[in-house]
């Protein structure tokens, strides 16, 4: 038992290192958040992405894991996971293209022909493309296959009309795939189907959602007659959920992360500086016991991990060890910022940088988890797929997979 | 990154696991619950007879001369089974305290016996109800003579000899504390069984009146040893509890199973799902601090405190959570005599408060933190 790096991994983390250093600048002390959007446009963003992806793409470190003859590397998935270690000590930019070529591209690779591959594949690859993930709807969330958005033969073209929700960067996006409803007359599963579009085709209409914290990470999509061909549909007619499986399959790793700016660290450093009304934060025992609580948790997290690398390091599939991530982060990230405010006291409300510790960032991590609950899983469903896939217990008994899908009971 | 058990210490998992489920099945459990046999001594044969019990203890004093690492599967799978044996105070306790700080012939007088089960030893640490520590602790070595009394002690009452913490200075500092090491035959000791909530491991009350024993380490080194001793054990019990709370997952997920309620599997609700679920999320958390726990423990890691304390706050918590919700998902049924949800139930409140309750870990975890972060 060891944390070491075989000496081919090693190598192989040293040549990553190397070339981040020559092309990227390490992260401060102060542990800056290079994903944080707050301090910078949506243009600076992309073209500092743009930028990034493409020089990434030319040294290789792109896809790592993609074959060759796609752009990638055609490495290893712990030579993936060493790149993402050493690139997450440099300040880079983040949050373009990570579900383009982590959800979208890879389905186009599934169920496009080899043309079409051939044409979308490079241009994301270098950063010259931006996608997006069309699934959720107003009244299709965690169901995401109770989508409405219908898509309706016309001569060799489909017509696109309906509204999509939740769609992070829809508004700096070129292309986007979607999943529509082709038959509302069968079951559910089975009257579905998955485009590819360009974002810029007409009728598309995309409004930012803003948030409850005041910020807008997500967007409305709007379709009104969109006209797709034929030969953008990824896919057979009804099996749009396969196709969608595909792509949720990747989008665990590719949401992720998100461990907000304050974990049991920046608790105890807050703890050491500050008086609560009983005296020193640090001296509470009940400061002191949830800064334990919420160590062993990230901590349990972090060694997890380890176990997953361990066995990519021995090219056999992971365990379901990593499946419970972000039920155990997501409330803590919220249960952590809501005690570390009370523990500012009076002065927990406040949002000013300038004044609120941490600038702000248990402030903004209270606003934010109240989203990572939800997002890409909700605590609730991510619940589900541990008892039904790692423990296998039964489904739950459904009304919606025989009955015809506009035959089902829905609300308002 | 090789953050897992090797082949062979999975392969002496299973042989154990293959073990104990013809020597440790349920019912066997069951008749030390039921019964005043204090352990099952079968058991306990069986274990020696496979050298188990001199996992860690060296070759020259009759051990196997094997690492931590394969004692924390065998540990694993003992606390799978619920195993009703004196291995927690014999083995990761009390030769362990001799190991580390015995003199030569302290060691030749114990550890051969101890791995061959010949003697079984104990831990006498704590006295009453209360937290022992420089405070509270008054049982004295004096001249060669134990005084005092101390309770609860895991196998006291089936132990040969024991390992004391004691005070041997006059004041209330931990420089005051030091180990002794008692054979407990003299005709000073007096001890009696005392009634726990988990019969399926024995306790007891020891008087010492003058019994003799010797300093076991230096004086006035006692609260470090045992601080040494207690996140070595820590570790282990950490792997018992793992144990079982996979077991109690287990059979919370094979009830959820096989019960209907409203004409479907009670498994098929969200209530359940939920709950099983979230055992299996702490199940998680825990493996992942145990395996620290034996790598820091293995290696002789300066993180072990950190990564012990990590581990017992870990699984402690996850035992409690699937022993008490075990019940919860069976029901009625899993409140009566006659159900082995009982055996965990016990055993996870015994385990987590065994080395100590898992506020006082917390604290230490956070003095740990607060250490590394002082700079």
């Known amino acids: 038992m060891d944390f070491d790096d075989t000496p081919q991994e090693a190598a192989f983390r040293k040549e990553c290192y190397d070339w981040l250093s020559e092309n990227a600048r390490l992260k401060s002390a102060s542990g800056e958040n290079s994903r944080n959007r707050s301090n910078m446009s949506d243009d600076e963003l992309v073209a500092r992405a743009k930028e990034w992806q493409a020089k990434k793409a030319a040294a290789g470190y792109a896809q790592i894991t993609w074959p060759k003859e796609w752009g990638g590397r055609g490495g290893t998935p712990i030579e993936s996971v060493i790149y993402s270690q050493e690139e997450a000590k440099f300040s880079?930019?983040?949050?373009?293209?990570?579900?383009?070529?982590?959800?979208?591209?890879?389905?186009?690779?599934?169920?496009?022909?080899?043309?079409?591959?051939?044409?979308?594949?490079?241009?994301?690859?270098?950063?010259?493309?931006?996608?997006?993930?069309?699934?959720?709807?107003?009244?299709?969330?965690?169901?995401?296959?109770?989508?409405?958005t219908k898509a309706e033969k016309d001569g060799d073209d489909w017509i696109i009309n309906g509204q999509k929700v939740w769609t992070s960067g829809a508004q700096f996006s070129d292309f986007g795939i979607i999943v529509t409803r082709t038959d509302p007359n069968v079951p559910k599963h089975k009257g579905l189907t998955m485009f590819w579009l360009d974002m810029k085709s007409p009728g598309v209409e995309v409004r930012p959602i803003k948030q409850m914290s005041g910020d807008s990470g997500?967007?409305?999509?709007?379709?009104?007659?969109?006209?797709?061909?034929?030969?953008?549909?990824?896919?057979?007619?009804?099996?749009?959920?396969?196709?969608?499986?595909?792509?949720?399959?990747?989008?665990?790793?590719?949401?992720?992360?998100?461990?907000?700016?304050?974990?049991?660290?920046?608790?105890?450093?807050?703890?050491?500086?500050?008086?609560?009304?009983?005296?020193?934060?640090?001296?509470?025992?009940?400061?002191?016991?949830?800064?334990?609580?919420?160590?062993?948790?990230?901590?349990?997290?972090?060694?997890?991990?380890?176990?997953?690398?361990?066995?990519?390091?021995?090219?056999?599939?992971?365990?379901?060890?990593?499946?419970?991530?972000?039920?155990?982060?997501?409330?803590?990230?919220?249960?952590?910022?809501?005690?570390?405010?009370?523990?500012?006291?009076?002065?927990?409300?406040?949002?000013?940088?300038?004044?609120?510790?941490l600038n702000g960032g248990f402030q903004?991590?209270?606003?934010?988890?109240?989203?990572?609950?939800?997002?890409?899983?909700?605590?609730?469903?991510?619940?589900?797929?541990?008892?039904?896939?790692?423990?296998?217990?039964?489904?739950?008994?459904?009304?919606?997979?025989?009955?015809?899908?506009?035959?089902l009971p829905k609300g308002k | 990154m090789n953050f897992d058990f090797s082949d062979d210490q999975k392969l002496l998992k299973d042989q154990v696991a293959k073990f104990l489920a013809d020597k440790c099945k349920p019912e066997d459990v069951r008749k030390i619950l039921e019964s005043d046999a204090p352990y099952d001594k079968a058991l306990w044969q069986g274990l020696a007879d496979l050298g188990f019990l001199g996992t860690t203890i060296p070759e020259a004093y009759g051990g196997l001369g094997l690492g931590y690492l394969e004692l924390c599967?065998?540990?694993?799978?003992?606390?799978?089974?619920?195993?009703?044996?004196?291995?927690?105070?014999?083995?990761?306790?009390?030769?362990?305290?001799?190991?580390?700080?015995?003199?030569?012939?302290?060691?030749?007088?114990?550890?051969?016996?101890?791995?061959?089960?010949?003697?079984?030893?104990?831990?006498?640490?704590?006295?009453?109800?209360?937290?022992?520590?420089?405070?509270?602790?008054?049982?004295?070595?004096?001249?060669?003579?134990?005084?005092?009394?101390?309770?609860?002690?895991?196998?006291?009452?089936?132990?040969?000899?024991?390992?004391?913490?004691?005070?041997?200075?006059?004041?209330?500092s931990e420089g005051d504390l030091s180990l002794a090491l008692v054979d407990l035959s003299d005709a000073g000791v007096m001890r009696e069984t005392v009634s726990t909530i988990d019969p399926t491991r024995s306790h007891a009350n020891i008087t010492f009146d003058g019994a003799a024993a010797d300093l076991l380490g230096k004086e006035g080194e006692g609260w470090s040893a045992t601080q040494d001793v207690m996140n070595c054990a820590a570790v282990l019990i950490a792997f018992e509890q793992l144990g079982g709370t996979q077991a109690s997952l287990e059979m919370a997920k094979e009830y959820a199973l096989d019960r209907y309620a409203f004409g479907r599997q009670i498994g098929s609700y969200q209530a359940i799902k939920h709950k099983l679920a979230d055992m299996y999320v702490k199940?998680?958390?825990?493996?992942?601090?145990?395996?620290?726990?034996?790598?820091?423990?293995?290696?002789?890691?300066?993180?072990?405190?950190?990564?012990?304390?990590?581990?017992?706050?870990?699984?402690?918590?996850?035992?409690?959570?699937?022993?008490?919700?075990?019940?919860?998902?069976?029901?009625?049924?899993?409140?009566?005599?006659?159900?082995?949800?009982?055996?965990?139930?016990?055993?996870?409140?015994?385990?987590?408060?065994?080395?100590?309750?898992?506020?006082?870990?917390k604290e230490r975890i956070v003095r740990q933190l607060e250490q590394r972060n002082a700079a």
Not at chain 1, 371 to 392: C, H, K, M, Q, S
Not at chain 2, 75 to 102: D, H, K, M, T, W
Not at chain 2, 322 to 351: D, M, P, V
Request: aromatic share 8%.
């Open chain 1, 92 to 148: 880079v930019p983040g949050g373009v293209f990570e579900i383009g070529l982590g959800m979208c591209v890879p389905t186009v690779m599934t169920y496009a022909d080899a043309e079409t591959s051939k044409r979308f594949v490079g241009p994301a690859l270098r950063g010259e493309e931006i996608w997006c993930q069309l699934f959720s709807e107003p009244a299709a969330g965690s169901d995401v296959a109770g989508i409405r």
């Open chain 1, 218 to 357: 997500f967007n409305e999509v709007f379709f009104t007659d969109v006209r797709v061909k034929d030969s953008q549909r990824l896919g057979e007619v009804g099996q749009g959920w396969k196709s969608a499986i595909t792509t949720l399959m990747n989008e665990r790793l590719a949401v992720g992360g998100g461990a907000g700016a304050g974990d049991f660290g920046e608790l105890l450093a807050l703890a050491r500086s500050t008086e609560m009304e009983e005296g020193a934060a640090i001296a509470q025992s009940s400061v002191r016991e949830k800064i334990a609580d919420w160590y062993v948790e990230s901590q349990g997290l972090k060694l997890n991990r380890f176990r997953t690398i361990t066995a990519l390091s021995k090219g056999t599939a992971p365990g379901p060890e990593a499946s419970i991530g972000k039920i155990v982060s997501a409330p803590k990230m919220q249960d952590l910022a809501a005690f570390a405010m009370d523990m500012e006291d009076m002065g927990g409300i406040i949002t000013d940088r300038e004044i609120a510790p």
């Open chain 1, 364 to 407: 903004a991590q209270w606003f934010g988890a109240a989203g990572y609950r939800i997002a890409g899983g909700t605590d609730e469903i991510l619940r589900n797929i541990v008892a039904e896939r790692v423990l296998g217990l039964p489904q739950d008994v459904r009304v919606d997979k025989e009955a015809a899908f506009n035959e």
């Open chain 2, 73 to 172: 599967v065998i540990a694993e799978e003992l606390g799978r089974a619920c195993a009703p044996v004196p291995l927690s105070s014999s083995v990761y306790l009390a030769s362990e305290a001799i190991n580390r700080f015995g003199s030569e012939e302290q060691k030749q007088a114990w550890l051969p016996k101890v791995a061959s089960g010949e003697a079984i030893g104990c831990f006498a640490f704590a006295e009453g109800v209360q937290a022992p520590n420089a405070r509270t602790i008054s049982t004295t070595l004096s001249g060669g003579k134990l005084s005092g009394a101390k309770l609860p002690v895991a196998d006291g009452d089936v132990a040969d000899f024991a390992v004391v913490v004691v005070k041997t200075g006059s004041g209330t």
């Open chain 2, 283 to 361: 199940l998680e958390l825990a493996r992942g601090h145990c395996y620290y726990g034996a790598w820091a423990l293995s290696t002789g890691s300066p993180e072990l405190p950190l990564a012990a304390a990590g581990a017992r706050v870990a699984a402690t918590e996850a035992f409690r959570f699937a022993a008490q919700e075990n019940i919860q998902t069976h029901g009625g049924i899993g409140y009566t005599w006659e159900a082995n949800t009982q055996f965990y139930y016990r055993r996870s409140k015994l385990l987590g408060l065994a080395l100590g309750a898992a506020g006082g870990w």
